[in-house]
């Protein structure tokens, strides 16, 4: 049985009891529902969201349409195409590692604002591509954005939302990323590839616009020494007719006892290292479910499985089944709580992936049976062979399957990983705790996404998926174990959780 966050005796739980008068966790969800400032906050930040989600998933159409360019200097050879795709998330790695120091050197709020910059420029490189070094200069460089907004973004809204919506509103960094994943999907339908890089450009500049309004984190503010500006960023995020006498002293006094930067010795500690231990391996798993690999290249792995209907417009129903399912977790998060939901979307994953591997693996393919067409190298001076049109039901298979491992990712270990890692990290060690996680994050994501291609090449292309199912029970037995029940806990209770020293969440 697992026991509760606060239910545990001691000193630490003593200035968060379970229903202070008044209760802070009901005023704090009346006053989220009574002031909509709060969710434009969010909404203004969570666009950078949307910019990665759609960078990220931008050589989904374009690789195959380099692929077969008449220009000489931008036409893809297979190894050209694996850099184009995996060299993102070596810049969102670099995003990440300047997150460690921007988060706190400038605040969450103007390290979102400054990650227009390297976005605006890398989507005009790419628009006004004339070889190939501008294509993988202009990725780097929305990788480095999309990077640096996936560190900074989830504190921001975590330390600005109210507990009671934390939960949801903690879920729209990635519903915003899918939404801008199927946007890109359903432009490649419509544009050609150097407007799908100008049309990238719109909802960074509206970000920026929105930014400029909006307040600074409120214990961000605090840790400065800023307290008026802090208690009238807090009241504004709140609504005027919010008591928030209680949450700013909670915030306060929380903040006061971390006013320095944690030092190396401290890092030793059971309750520092134990939540940064968390983020960080959840982060991991979470891209070793092949999630990033599998939206680089969903075209090419349909191309390659002789699906039924077209692959783009394949692409486009798992960018729309994507954007449903993050909105099925945003709605339940703050009932089901994190850990259930972990559970169903490991255990969804994990058939998925083991059905895409057993599909490959037991059922011929046409035209060239028992290769992977699409996505192997073609060899020197010869042509791949093409697919016959295929028109067995059967083939449906890849889509579906592939559609219910979007669904599993997108409703739990998609956005409750994010959410989590700006939950759980110590207040002193937020900001560069959270760019450790992104930089492993998205070094994992370009070592996956290298390797994809070449693991397909030697072994064919159910091999990889076989590994992702096993990662997938992994994450089962991770989040049993490991992974704390944050549902409608304050920041400052949840620090408090772990400063108890517990050697275990479930016992």
Not at 180 to 187: D, I, W
Not at 201 to 207: A, I, L, R, S, T
Request: proline fraction near 7%; hydrophobic fraction near 50%; glycine fraction near 8%.
């Amino acid at each position: 049985m697992q026991e509760p966050l606060l239910g545990a005796e001691g000193p630490d739980y003593d200035t968060f009891p379970e229903k202070p008068p008044p209760s802070p966790g009901e005023r704090t969800r009346v006053g989220a529902l009574q002031n909509k400032w709060v969710f434009l906050a969010t909404f203004a930040a969570v666009l950078g969201n949307f910019s990665f989600g759609y960078a990220l998933v931008y050589t989904s159409p374009v690789i195959p349409a380099l692929e077969h360019s008449s220009d000489p200097s931008l036409s893809l050879t297979q190894t050209q195409a694996t850099w184009f795709g995996s060299v993102f998330t070596l810049g969102a790695a670099a995003g990440g590692l300047s997150a460690m120091v921007l988060n706190d050197l400038l605040g969450r709020k103007l390290s979102i604002m400054f990650s227009a910059v390297p976005s605006v420029a890398g989507y005009a490189l790419m628009a006004g591509a004339r070889a190939f070094w501008m294509l993988l200069l202009g990725r780097t460089l929305t990788g480095f954005a999309g990077g640096l907004t996936a560190a900074c973004i989830p504190v921001y809204l975590s330390e600005i939302a109210p507990p009671g919506v934390r939960g949801a509103l903690g879920a729209t960094p990635q519903l915003m990323a899918v939404f801008g994943s199927m946007s890109l999907y359903a432009l490649g339908l419509l544009l050609p590839w150097r407007w799908l890089a100008v049309a990238g450009e719109g909802p960074v500049v509206v970000m920026v616009l929105l930014l400029s309004f909006m307040p600074n984190s409120p214990r961000f503010l605090l840790s400065r020494g800023r307290d008026a500006e802090a208690l009238r960023a807090l009241a504004w995020l709140r609504g005027a007719q919010a008591d928030i006498r209680w949450e700013f002293q909670q915030i306060q006094d929380n903040v006061r006892r971390q006013s320095s930067r944690v030092s190396w010795a401290e890092i030793r500690e059971p309750h520092v290292y134990r939540p940064v231990a968390i983020a960080v391996l959840m982060r991991f798993l979470q891209q070793l479910t092949g999630i990033t690999p599998v939206l680089v290249y969903l075209q090419s792995i349909f191309t390659s499985t002789a699906v039924l209907l077209p692959p783009q417009d394949d692409a486009a129903i798992v960018g729309a089944v994507r954007l449903f399912a993050v909105m099925i977790a945003a709605l339940t998060m703050d009932r089901a709580g994190r850990k259930v939901l972990l559970f169903v979307s490991a255990s969804i994953m994990f058939v998925a992936n083991l059905t895409l591997g057993l599909y490959i693996s037991l059922v011929p393919k046409h035209g060239t049976p028992n290769t992977t067409a699409g996505l192997e190298s073609v060899p020197t001076g010869g042509a791949a062979q093409p697919l016959a049109a295929p028109t067995s039901l059967l083939t449906l298979v890849p889509l579906l399957a592939t559609m219910l491992f979007i669904t599993g990712y997108a409703m739990g270990w998609g956005p409750i990983t994010w959410l989590l890692m700006s939950e759980i990290l110590p207040l002193r060690a937020r900001g560069v705790a959270s760019g450790l996680c992104v930089l492993v994050s998205w070094l994992t994501a370009f070592a996956l996404t290298e390797s994809f291609l070449l693991v397909v090449d030697a072994f064919s292309l159910q091999v990889p998926f076989f590994f992702f199912a096993a990662i997938c029970l992994l994450n089962l037995v991770f989040t049993g174990c490991c992974v704390p029940e944050t549902k409608g806990r304050s920041l400052e209770q949840i620090e408090s959780f772990f400063r108890t020293g517990r050697r275990s969440f479930l016992q």
